[in-house]
Structure formats: structure tokens, C-alpha cells
T-cell receptor, first 114, second 117 residues
Framework: EPEVTQTPSHQVTQMGQEVILRCVPI?????FYWYRQILGQKVEFLVS????????KSEIFDDQFSVERPDGSNFTLKIRSTKLEDSAMYFC????????????FGSGTRLTVV | AQKVTQAQTEISVVEKEDVTLDCVYE???????LFWYKQPPSGELVFLIR??????QNEISGRYSWNFQKSTSSFNFTITASQVVDSAVYFC??????????????FGAGTRLAVHP
């Protein structure tokens, strides 16, 4: 079964450093998402991406965050200057088309900011 | 506004007991999808079920069953004869299906289920 691949599975970074979280969505999917889950809390929407642009973003997704689909296969989330409160599990998800609500989630990247 | 409420923060049962996880949602949309996901200790999100708002039929899959009632805006999840492997956090989620929207998932806070031998 096709899957969404996220790398790395765990990343530790120093406060103030830039991090890039990588995702390879399912190849024929058109809609891409990033979600965040702070430890012990609920999963929160960050951003959706369609047709090479951001289609919706939450209030969490401020100027420190950016997304990119640089080569037609990868989908990245960049945090420019990490803060301690960015420590969380970050999930990438994708789905195929408007009428299909079968989201496929990656296994997540656990980001720890020290 | 759209919202998903899982009032039960933690549930603890003994193996073989039946357990029901509650989910209540709010939405002004007339069409939407509801989901349940399981998050085991390893952290990934495991898809369990997706239900269209037009389909109020209850569903059974092995030891799992779901009760969808639009009248009470609830989509409850029952595990029959629980097992230790069912121990996880369970999330209920909602997405509208209006055209033009990009259909983010709105998650509830989750219910942590602990099944003891």
C-alpha cells in the first residue's frame, strides 16, 4: 500500500537554528498538509498546500514557518529560527482529490528543540 | 465554527471489557466527514474509519463498532472485548466537504485508553 514517508523520524536542534522537515507524499496525491502535535496534546492543523501554493494556514503557521514542494515529489516544512515551544511531533499528510477524503498520514517527525 | 469534543480524557479497563469512546462534534456544514484515528505509543496515526455525514448506518469491523447519530452530533466508538493491544490514544476528527475548501482535519483532544491484563 502506498505510504507517506517522513524524514528524519527524530531531530534534535538548538534553539534559534533552522530545521527542514521532509515528506514524500503519495505520488498521485494533489493535496498536502502539515499537522503538529505537542506532546500529550491534540493534533493541530498547520497548513494545506495545493497547486504549488498555500491554500490555508492556521494562526500557528506564522512567518517562522514555510512550506515548499521543490521538485514535484518532496514536500518540506521549514522552521527558520526554532523556539523551545516548537518541540512537537510533526505529521505530513496527503490526499488525492476533492472527492476523496482518504487522508494518508506519515509516521511523523519528532522535533526536539533544546 | 467547527469543533470536536472528546470529553473522556482517560479510560482504564480490564482486558475483555467493552469500552465506548465518546465523540461530539459541532459544524454548520451540511456535509462533512468524520474519522477515528488510533495513536499507539509509537506515535503514528493509524486510520480506523471514515464516515460521510449522509450515511448514518452503524458500522462494525471485527471488535470495533461505530455509532453515528446526527440528531445528537455524536460519533461514538466501541471496542468489544478489549485487549492490551488496544491501549492507545484515540482521536476523533471532522472535515467539511464544501467545494473550494481544502478540508483540513479538525481533531478532538483524544482519549487515552489503557487496557490492563
Amino acid at each position: 500500500e502506498p505510504e507517506v514517508t517522513q524524514t528524519p523520524s527524530h531531530q534534535v536542534t538548538q534553539m534559534g537554528q533552522e530545521v527542514i522537515l521532509r515528506c514524500v507524499p503519495i505520488s498521485n496525491h494533489l493535496y498536502f498538509y502539515w499537522y503538529r502535535q505537542i506532546l500529550g496534546q491534540k493534533v493541530e492543523f498547520l497548513v494545506s498546500f495545493y497547486n504549488n501554493e498555500i491554500s490555508e494556514k492556521s494562526e500557528i503557521f506564522d512567518d517562522q514557518f514555510s512550506v515548499e514542494r521543490p521538485d514535484g515529489s518532496n514536500f518540506t516544512l521549514k522552521i527558520r529560527s526554532t523556539k523551545l515551544e516548537d518541540s512537537a511531533m510533526y505529521f505530513c499528510a496527503s490526499r488525492s482529490r476533492d472527492s476523496d477524503y482518504g487522508y494518508t498520514f506519515g509516521s511523523g517527525t519528532r522535533l526536539t528543540v533544546v | 465554527a467547527q469543533k470536536v469534543t472528546q470529553a473522556q480524557t482517560e479510560i482504564s479497563v480490564v482486558e475483555k471489557e467493552d469500552v465506548t469512546l465518546d465523540c461530539v462534534y459541532e459544524t454548520r456544514d451540511t456535509t462533512y466527514y468524520l474519522f477515528w484515528y488510533k495513536q499507539p505509543p509509537s506515535g503514528e496515526l493509524v486510520f480506523l474509519i471514515r464516515r460521510n455525514s449522509f450515511d448514518e448506518q452503524n458500522e462494525i469491523s471485527g471488535r470495533y463498532s461505530w455509532n453515528f447519530q446526527k440528531s445528537t452530533s455524536s460519533f461514538n466508538f466501541t471496542i468489544t472485548a478489549s485487549q492490551v493491544v488496544d491501549s492507545a490514544v484515540y482521536f476523533c476528527a471532522l472535515t467539511p466537504t464544501f467545494s473550494g475548501g481544502y478540508n483540513k482535519l479538525i481533531f478532538g483532544a483524544g482519549t487515552r485508553l489503557a487496557v490492563h491484563p
